[in-house]
């Protein structure tokens, strides 16, 4: 274990200029797409197939650029993996959308599979938001790791790994300012799981308005599922 914070900081220098692997991005993103896939036809926008083979084709290049770790950006790259998630997010709320709609003015009938659809939609949500927040905080995954800190964005999120600086040394070893932590994708994760249950913040704060209104609308869409959707379903199987 390092004795100083001096020697914390030259034992890992932000993952050592590797960039972030890009395997955990493509599997969630993989996930959402199937979740989506497998929805009933009624809660689709489109034909079965139209979305996920357009957000197939968004990351297909994205995977190119970056085949095994993040460290390669452009405005391309950006604009790609931001339209991805965008349009990943827009299709799963119409989903929501849709769904209590049906349920407010159609009579569903099938409480087994209206279920199964809301918890599809609830886990999406989950995932999606997640890959919102670590693709848009202080510049995404590629800024956090290649960029030095005085060039970082301003931060979207506050981690406790932020200020834990001055703990005991087994904590503060990890720090941000000690170790040059920075968040990845695990950490957006349950960032969006938590607000997902909680609905709301937990151990991280959100810090600028997009922020804010991100978690916002991730926390009406849960709660909206949780409380509408499920017990609606849960009382048509009774």
């Known amino acids: 274990m390092p004795r100083t914070r001096e020697e914390a900081r030259f034992r890992h220098p932000r993952h050592e200029r590797r960039g972030e692997a890009r395997l955990p991005g493509v599997a969630a993103t993989l996930i959402a797409i199937a979740l989506y896939l497998f929805l009933p036809q ?15 084709v968004l990351l297909i290049p994205l ?40 349920l407010v003015s159609a009579g569903v009938k099938d409480g087994r599979e209206l279920l199964v659809a809301s918890l599809q939609i609830w886990l999406t949500n989950v995932i999606v938001f997640g890959l919102a927040y670590w693709e848009l905080d202080r510049g995404g995954p590629v800024s956090r790791t290649q960029a030095p800190r005085e060039e970082l964005p301003l931060a979207d999120f506050r981690f406790s790994q932020d200020e834990n600086d001055d703990a005991v040394q087994e904590i503060s070893d990890g720090s941000s300012k000690t170790s040059d932590w920075v968040p990845t994708l695990m950490d957006y994760l349950y960032v969006s799981v938590t607000n997902s249950t909680a609905f709301s913040p937990t151990d991280t704060m959100p810090l600028s308005s997009r922020a804010k209104f991100l978690m916002s609308v991730e926390s009406v869409a849960a709660l909206l599922t949780s409380l509408l959707v499920i017990a609606r379903a849960v009382s048509i199987l009774r």
């Not at 809660?43 to 957000?55: D, F, G, H, N, T």
């Not at 997010?89 to 049906?102: E, K, M, V």
């Open 63 to 102: 995977v190119a650029i970056n085949p095994r770790r993040l460290t390669r950006q452009t405005r391309a790259f950006r604009v790609l993996s931001l339209t991805l998630v965008a349009v990943i997010a827009a299709s799963n709320l119409l989903a929501l959308g849709t769904l209590i709609h049906d």
């Open 42 to 56: 009624r809660l689709l926008i489109a034909p079965r197939y139209v979305l996920p083979a357009l957000e197939g």
